[in-house]
């Protein structure tokens, strides 16, 4: 039986003051964000932020370097992004008072952003 790769997930949320902006990020499954992106489409998102280029993909290996599975989030009530993101706002609290720089995953809803 062969081991699963960890994976990376991926969110897409429409974002910015234009109806066709995405903002993006990964999150690796142990809570650290890897990378994020702001595009002009969704299109562009998955290319920018690496479902469909090579793009990011140095901060991906450099954080699993013996290989890792990118996930696209359709649904954010998914079991394994939501356990995902539990770790990273663990690992926010945990930094909290550390001087150390910290990536807490933040995405405004759309219509909090337009303000």
Do not use: C
Not at 77 to 97: F, I, P, S, V
Request: aromatic fraction near 8%.
């Amino acid at each position: 039986m062969s081991e699963q790769l960890p994976k990376i997930y991926i969110v897409m949320k429409p974002a910015g003051p234009h109806d066709h902006d995405v903002a993006s990020y990964a999150m690796a499954e142990d809570g650290h964000k890897l990378a994020s992106y702001w595009s002009s489409s969704a299109g562009w998102a998955r290319h920018d932020i690496g479902l469909t280029s090579n793009s990011k993909h140095d901060n991906y290996k450099e954080h699993y370097p013996d290989g890792y599975e990118l996930v696209e989030v359709e649904d954010l009530t998914d079991a394994g992004y939501m356990a995902a993101l539990e770790k990273n706002q663990a690992l926010r609290k945990a930094h909290e008072e550390s001087e150390e720089p910290f990536a807490v995953i933040e995405i405004q809803d759309k219509e909090e952003s337009d303000d």
